[in-house]
């Protein structure tokens, strides 16, 4: 989920009852690899986070990210972030009995507790943020973090030129369709990515976390229209 409302047509599925009810199935097939990125999450993390490491995760609605960092991780305690509040319901019940473990909080990263965190996560929301909003987020993250602590990012990055941005916005559609995605919610979703979605190439990206305090931010995760990057504070 995003950290900013700024009324786009995809923001508004997190108002939608079914959107809300269906976001793991629709998010596995749209998102190659959804479930690998987690993972490989959890293992950056914990390349320098401590044991009882307390994290940050910014756009933690739905919980799926929550769930698989406290498993991989039982000694790891959380904030989550987010400010739908259909959306911070279903992390709450995705997460189940690792619940106690996690402090869901309504809002945006303003809202977030001040920290020092032990580490910070931002999946599958940069996207949502214009290059202003996206460059103050990725700061105030950095800011709540210990020196040292690791931040992972990964949310739709592909190149902006005219002819490549049209291509890969069909293959974001031709995978989805492939992965057994309704034909109708593929074009919804493709032509409200196309028209108020904003995407930055990847080395783009990158620039803007390292600009935000990450400066040896580099790329772990590349799948399709998708990219994901780690950094330390």
């Not at 900013?4 to 108002?15: A, I, K």
């Not at 976001?23 to 914990?46: C, K, M, N, Q, W």
């Not at 986070?49 to 498993?71: C, F, I, R, S, W």
């Not at 290059?131 to 990055?157: C, M, N, Q, W, Y």
Request: net charge negative; aromatic share 10%.
């Amino acid at each position: 989920m995003a950290d900013d409302d700024s009324g786009s047509p995809m923001l508004s599925n997190f108002e939608d009852p079914d959107f809300v009810a269906n976001y793991a199935e629709v998010t596995s097939r749209f998102v190659p690899g959804r479930d690998a990125l987690h993972r490989t999450t959890a293992i950056l993390l914990a390349e320098h986070a401590p044991a009882d490491a307390h994290v940050l995760v910014v756009g933690a609605g739905g919980g799926l990210e929550l769930k698989a960092l406290a498993e991989a991780q039982p000694g790891w305690t959380f904030v989550g972030i987010d400010p739908s509040p259909d959306m911070l319901q279903l992390a709450e019940r995705t997460l189940g009995s690792l619940a106690p473990r996690v402090t869901l909080v309504e809002g945006y990263i303003d809202d977030a507790p001040a920290g020092p965190f032990d580490a910070a996560t931002c999946l599958l929301t940069l996207h949502f943020l214009d290059r202003i909003e996206r460059g103050r987020t990725v700061r105030a993250i950095h800011d709540r973090l210990k020196p040292g602590a690791p931040f992972v990012a990964a949310h739709g990055s592909f190149p902006q030129e005219p002819a490549a941005r049209s291509r890969w916005l069909r293959r974001y559609a031709d995978y989805a369709l492939a992965s057994g995605a309704h034909p109708e919610q593929v074009a919804t979703a493709h032509a409200a990515v196309a028209a108020s979605v904003t995407m930055f190439a990847p080395d783009e990206d990158e620039a803007m976390l390292r600009e935000g305090g990450f400066a040896d931010a580099e790329l772990f995760f590349a799948a399709f229209t998708w990219r994901g990057w780690v950094g330390h504070a």
